[in-house]
């Protein structure tokens, strides 16, 4: 018990305590950084919005957002791990990228999340993504417009299954361990996009959803092992 105690104390103070000083400065630098191209546009070219647009568009995107910037985090943050939040949201395409990067390395290497050895993995994982990520981004900048224009078209049409794909390959690696819960979860999901209900209130109700029947089959659990 001491061992596992001086580990995580040691993980704390070498690690997690970095990480945070690191990943606040690097996320406000990163949010600093997105105003340069409007005050580009401002201060150099001279053109500059008025008021009334400014919080239209804010306004626009405060409605979006507002509750995936709070539920989100909630849904990744098991999976992901504090680090792999960071790294994830200061490069984005989570869902699409960072979430299945990590499952794959952690699924490779017999880790479980939760645990430090699990954390470490996914944010390795997630980092080399994004050297991966840029590569090829750099070179669909550079030449995408000449290789789309050589791919057959059932290629072309193939890049709509993409997300679906993803998601089915995280389903499968998480299904032999909640065999229940995951298809319960896909079943509600799907029945809260066909409600007819505000769609800004489908993806917090789904996450809320998922955590409120993760926790009662997690005491269910507990309670049939005590």
């Known amino acids: 018990m001491s061992n596992?105690?001086?580990i995580d104390k040691r993980f704390h103070d070498e690690y997690t305590v970095k990480m945070i000083r690191n990943g606040r400065l690097t996320t406000l630098i990163a949010a600093l950084l997105t105003f340069v191209p409007a005050l580009y546009l401002w201060l150099v070219l001279g053109y500059k919005a008025d008021w009334s647009n400014i919080l239209a568009g804010w306004g626009i995107i405060v409605s979006s957002y507002f509750f995936i910037y709070i539920f989100e985090?909630?849904?990744f943050y098991p999976s992901m791990g504090l680090s792999g939040i960071y790294?994830?949201?200061l490069a984005g395409n989570i869902p699409s990228v960072r979430l299945p990067a990590m499952l794959a390395a952690r699924a490779a290497t017999n880790t479980e999340a939760g645990t430090h050895?699990?954390?470490l993995v996914g944010v390795i994982a997630i980092g080399m993504s994004v050297f991966v990520n840029v590569?090829?981004?750099t070179l669909a900048a550079l030449a995408g417009q000449g290789i789309l224009a050589v791919l057959p078209e059932f290629v072309i049409n193939a890049f709509n299954y993409t997300l679906p794909a993803i998601l089915g390959a995280v389903m499968a690696q998480y299904f032999p361990k909640n065999k229940l819960f995951?298809?319960?979860i896909f079943v509600l999901c799907v029945i809260?996009?066909?409600l007819p209900v505000p769609s800004i209130t489908r993806f917090p109700g789904a996450i809320l959803l998922s955590i409120g029947i993760g926790v009662l089959l997690f005491l269910n659990e507990k309670k049939?092992?005590?």
């Open 182 to 184: 995951v298809p319960l």
């Open 135 to 137: 590569g090829f981004v």
């Open 4 to 6: 596992a105690t001086d």
């Open 192 to 194: 809260i996009c066909k």
């Open 73 to 75: 985090p909630l849904g």
């Open 87 to 89: 790294v994830g949201y």
């Open 224 to 226: 049939k092992t005590a």
């Open 117 to 119: 050895k699990g954390e």
